[in-house]
């Protein structure tokens, strides 16, 4: 089995791998700065969720080939008996079309416009619930589980392989919580509302109107990192299947003496994340 990681070009025709040029409107960068998130930008065609669920669908077998490369896996994560999360992190190393997709231009345009700077990859997440008895993913902030890197410029683009609403457990946003303070994580795959206990009272009345995200597959969001997001139970008859990428501009850096992630060597604190396992983009 071979680590794709340690190429850092496409290996296969499925995307768009010209020279990136900007897909976002000047309105929609302002609206991400504003609002802490944008949805509904179309990234990916049918053909290509189609070879990527094809992809993840093997990855739901314990026993596939390349097993050992990933940096988490949970066939399971949900801490709630009756709901079933699949949460993985590290499925470029894998297969070709996870691979591929950081590389895919209008993907590192997007990155680039709205960090401001040069996109460098941090790492991937897959998130799949299936139908009836997908589980939650709690409401969060995405820095709170990476203050292992310093400055905070990162960015997540969210990308359904499905079509997603709020019956099959798609994602929401708090608009303009991105100007909060971090706030204590929660359990990322317990309950909904664990991190209401940390919240003012203006906050918790935020958290009461969210913007339920409807998006067809492919037509991915984007938001910063402070923004708090979650999302539903899936209890439809349908999957809810979503490839996740986390950019950090280049030049952020380590902040810790132990790995960045599981099987990835130590980044010194204070040197800028770079080489195999975080390749620059664009």
Known sequence: MVDLSTTHEP???????????????????????????????????DQQCDALC????????????????????????????????????????????????????????AARQLLGAPPRFWHDQLFCKPAHHGGVVAWHQDYSYWTRTQPMQHLTCWIPLDDCDEENGSI???????RWDLIAKPELAGEMD?????????????????HQVIARRGHAAFHHPL????????????PRRVAVLNFIADGVTSAT????????????PG?????????RLG
């Not at 739901?60 to 079933?84: A, D, K, M, V």
């Not at 664990?194 to 969210?210: C, F, S, V, Y």
């Open 11 to 45: 290996v296969s025709n499925l995307f768009d791998h010209g020279e990136p040029s900007d897909v976002l409107t000047a309105e929609q960068v302002e609206k991400f700065h504003q609002d802490g998130y944008i949805d509904g930008i179309p990234l990916l065609d």
């Open 54 to 109: 094809n992809e993840l669908s093997n990855f739901f077998q314990p026993e596939h080939e390349g097993r050992e490369l990933w940096h988490e896996y949970h066939t399971n994560e949900s801490t709630i008996p009756e709901q079933t999360l699949f949460h993985a992190l590290g499925a470029w190393r894998l297969r070709p079309g996870f691979h591929d997709l950081l590389w895919h231009a209008p993907v590192v345009a």
């Open 172 to 178: 929401q946003y708090v608009a303009q919580s991105h």
């Open 194 to 210: 664990g991190i209401r206990e940390n919240l003012t009272a203006e906050q918790r009345e935020a958290m009461d109107h969210p």
């Open 227 to 238: 923004t708090v997001h979650g999302s539903q139970a899936n209890a439809s008859d349908r």
């Open 257 to 268: 003496d132990e790995p960045l992630l599981e099987g990835v060597p130590v980044v010194p």
């Open 271 to 279: 040197e800028p994340l770079a080489g195999q396992f975080f390749p």
